[in-house]
């Protein structure tokens, strides 16, 4: 099938991604502006690194089609900077950058943006509530840059702990995606997650381990792809369900953190080409490590490597349209540094 897609995008859509990131960055600095200037306690963290993945991700179907699955390698910087005042029942601020620059693939750089403000109360000796608002913008493609969505959550984490080693937590989200490049607008909608899982923190060289299961829906709208002679129809409303299991060992300086996950995703409508239909669904196990050297108390070096699995019903027949089963490693090399200190 031969899809009739556009090549390039007009000035107005590069004008328009550049402004709104502008606009969003100084957004954050006059919101948080006030906190910084407050005294309490302030984190300041950098850090540089390299990533490797073998199946690049494409929001869009049109990425999806016409460059197909293909590896990537890219230069990662991070910064944020996360201020807290209060002893028991705090509150924090913060901001935080991350760019992503693909050496072979710079249509894929991604430059992400985010804010958030954070409220601790200790309901009891052994309850605490956090609550969170957030705020994260996305754009993509240094060459020209595209402006991607726009995404805002509230949430709340609630933590019983039964005694020293073991604690039960419960969390639940909820937000709203507004997507603006012409092949991201499908990004527009509704999304909300429920958490539910327990820590155990067992031996003197245990950190800790983890383990939960959790839903996720994300409700956004189709998209609509016009080739020479077929229409396509992709729906974007999906449930996922999952499970997971996590153990981080701590062998100072040196920490390693293994992690089990299996998802199930389901899409609520059946994508459409012509009178042909399809749901889509998908089964994705996958398993992570990293290992941590803690240098000193302000920098420290990680390795962590990523492996999934995505067994998709979508790529079996003859007549589907993409696919979708793929497996994914990735790993990235990382280097932070960080500041903690106190501010008059």
């Keep these: 099938m031969r899809y009739c897609a556009k090549n390039g995008r007009n000035a107005t859509t590069t004008t328009a991604g550049s402004n709104s990131a502008h606009l969003f960055l100084s957004f954050l600095f006059f919101l948080l502006l006030p906190a910084f200037l407050s005294a309490g306690n302030l984190t300041i963290r950098g850090s540089v690194g390299a990533i490797f993945d073998s199946n690049i991700e494409h929001l869009s179907i049109v990425d999806f089609l ?3 699955k293909r590896y990537g390698l890219f230069v990662r910087n991070t910064a944020s900077a996360d201020y807290a005042f209060g002893i ?15 050496l072979d693939v710079p249509e894929k750089s991604r430059l992400q943006e985010t804010a958030f403000f954070g409220w601790h109360l200790d309901l009891r000796n052994d ?10 913008h996305a754009s993509e493609n240094y060459l020209r840059l595209r402006n991607m969505f726009l995404d805002f959550f509230g949430g709340a984490d609630l933590f019983w702990d039964k005694d ?24 527009t909608g509704p999304a909300a ?44 409303r999906s449930i996922k ?28 409508n059946s994508d459409r080409l012509n009178e042909w239909k399809k749901r889509r669904q998908e089964h994705i196990p996958s398993a992570a490590t990293q290992i941590l050297w803690r240098i000193n108390a302000n920098f420290d070096i990680a390795l962590t490597y990523t492996y999934r699995y995505i067994f998709s019903n979508f790529g079996k027949d003859a007549a589907d349209y993409a696919d979708y089963t ?17 501010t008059p």
């Excluded at 996590?246 to 899409?267: H, I, M, N, Q």
């Design 326 to 342: 793929m497996d994914r490693h990735t790993a990235i090399l990382e280097v932070t540094g960080r500041y903690e200190g106190e």
């Design 88 to 102: 028991e029942d705090s509150l924090s601020m913060g901001v935080s950058l991350l760019s992503e620059t693909g």
């Design 127 to 136: 309850l605490s509530l956090d609550l969170s608002l957030l705020a994260h």
């Design 164 to 187: 020293d080693h073991h604690t039960f937590y419960g969390t639940v989200r909820a937000g709203y995606f507004i997507g603006f490049d012409e092949e991201m607008q499908y990004l």
């Design 193 to 236: 997650a429920i958490e539910a899982g327990y820590w155990h923190y067992p031996t003197e060289h245990t950190d800790h381990i983890k383990g939960g299961i959790g839903l996720e829906g994300f409700f956004f709208r189709p998209e609509e792809l016009s080739s020479c002679a077929d229409v396509l129809v992709v729906h974007n």
């Design 66 to 68: 016409v460059m197909g």
């Design 241 to 268: 369900t999952y499970l997971f299991i996590e153990g981080k060992a701590d062998l100072t300086p040196v920490f390693l953190k293994v992690t089990a996950r299996y998802a199930y995703l389901a899409w609520l």
